[in-house]
């Protein structure tokens, strides 16, 4: 084998190693698809105490969860906050919480105000039982219905370009909650 061969040889076996990496990168684990779910983004960009007390509640989920058996109906509002607030009580006495920034209360209330404020495509599957296809069709032909942004350029009215700098904040915030 000439030394042309053995390099030519080689960059297929790192191509090879390259793309397994990329496939294994784009691979999430169910508890960062359920994590996703519910706040709309990946854990990745969360402060590391929600994501580690999420996980607990993952996984006390999963005890209790039999393929093919019936499901208890969804929670209310104030169960999930109770449970919440177990999770928490438990991560901290678990020692996840190197040092408490703010007090408990303020952190379970700011994760139910999360959790309470769901996105349309949450609120559609998870409500309604929209299959996943669905739910990005209904979302997609929202997003689609909503106006543009508009632009206040030319103008020299503050006052119109704070009204078009709302309109197109108020735009984002909705595009935001959809999915």
Same mark, same amino acid.
């Given at each position: 084998m000439t030394e042309i061969e053995k390099t030519e040889g080689e960059i297929k076996v790192l191509q090879a190693k390259l793309e397994l990496l990329k496939e294994m990168e784009k691979h999430r684990s169910p508890a960062e698809e359920a994590f996703k779910e519910v706040y709309g983004y990946y854990p990745e960009v969360c402060e590391r105490s929600v994501w580690v007390a999420f996980q607990k509640g993952y996984k006390e989920a999963q005890k209790d969860?039999?393929?093919?058996?019936?499901?208890?109906?969804?929670?209310?509002?104030?169960?999930?906050?109770?449970?919440?607030?177990?999770?928490?009580?438990?991560?901290?006495?678990?020692?996840? @919480?190197?040092?408490?920034?703010?007090p408990m209360d303020d952190v379970i209330d700011r994760l139910v105000e999360k959790y309470k404020s769901q996105k349309l495509w949450n609120m559609v599957r998870n409500e309604l039982g929209y299959s996943i296809d669905c739910c990005d069709e209904i979302v997609d032909l929202v997003e689609k219905w909503l106006p543009k942004e508009q632009s206040a350029e030319g103008s020299q009215n503050v006052d119109v370009e704070?009204?078009?700098?709302? @309109?197109?904040?108020?735009?984002?915030?909705i595009k935001d909650g959809l999915g």
């Amino acid at each position: 084998m000439t030394e042309i061969e053995k390099t030519e040889g080689e960059i297929k076996v790192l191509q090879a190693k390259l793309e397994l990496l990329k496939e294994m990168e784009k691979h999430r684990s169910p508890a960062e698809e359920a994590f996703k779910e519910v706040y709309g983004y990946y854990p990745e960009v969360c402060e590391r105490s929600v994501w580690v007390a999420f996980q607990k509640g993952y996984k006390e989920a999963q005890k209790d969860y039999k393929v093919g058996e019936y499901q208890p109906t969804p929670q209310t509002p104030e169960q999930v906050e109770q449970g919440l607030r177990d999770a928490m009580k438990q991560a901290k006495k678990d020692g996840v @919480f190197d040092e408490p920034s703010k007090p408990m209360d303020d952190v379970i209330d700011r994760l139910v105000e999360k959790y309470k404020s769901q996105k349309l495509w949450n609120m559609v599957r998870n409500e309604l039982g929209y299959s996943i296809d669905c739910c990005d069709e209904i979302v997609d032909l929202v997003e689609k219905w909503l106006p543009k942004e508009q632009s206040a350029e030319g103008s020299q009215n503050v006052d119109v370009e704070l009204l078009v700098d709302g @309109f197109n904040d108020c735009l984002k915030k909705i595009k935001d909650g959809l999915g």
